[in-house]
């Protein structure tokens, strides 16, 4: 397993843009599938975007429909890091961001990863 840790989060207001990064400790960061996940208040940790282990399709990229487009996930390998940015953030985007990791190529499931990080906070204010 990997461990993870988020960071990059803060207040931030409506239609402004965040990056969230997640460094990952561990050799074998480039064989996993790294995914963003949020979980508002009140409601279930919902999956956001994932991208493939680096060994297939060169990192293939899925996203939810919340993120309609606005939410891009990126990865280095060499610095062992996934990100996520974020644009045109909305105050329903509020939510705790949790990046995990998971053995799968395809992955939308919280049930499909194996390593959480601890959450980084990202509230939007209107």
């Known amino acids: 397993q990997v461990q993870l840790v988020e960071s990059g989060g803060g207040l931030v207001q409506a239609g402004g843009s965040l990056r969230l990064s997640c460094a990952a400790s561990?050799?074998?960061?480039?064989?996993?599938?790294m995914g963003w996940f949020r979980q508002a208040p009140g409601k279930e940790r919902e999956w956001v975007a994932q991208i493939s282990w680096s060994g297939w399709s060169s990192g293939s990229t899925y996203s939810a429909d919340a993120a309609g487009g606005r939410f891009t996930i990126s990865r280095d390998n060499a610095k062992h890091t996934v990100y996520l940015q974020m644009h045109s953030l909305k105050p329903a985007d509020t939510a705790v961001y949790y990046c995990?990791?998971?053995?799968?190529?395809?992955?939308?499931?919280?049930?499909?990863?194996?390593?959480w990080g601890q959450g980084t906070q990202v509230p939007v204010s209107s």
């Open positions: 561990g050799r074998t960061f480039s064989s996993y599938s």
């Open positions: 995990a990791a998971s053995p799968l190529k395809t992955a939308t499931a919280s049930t499909m990863y194996t390593s």
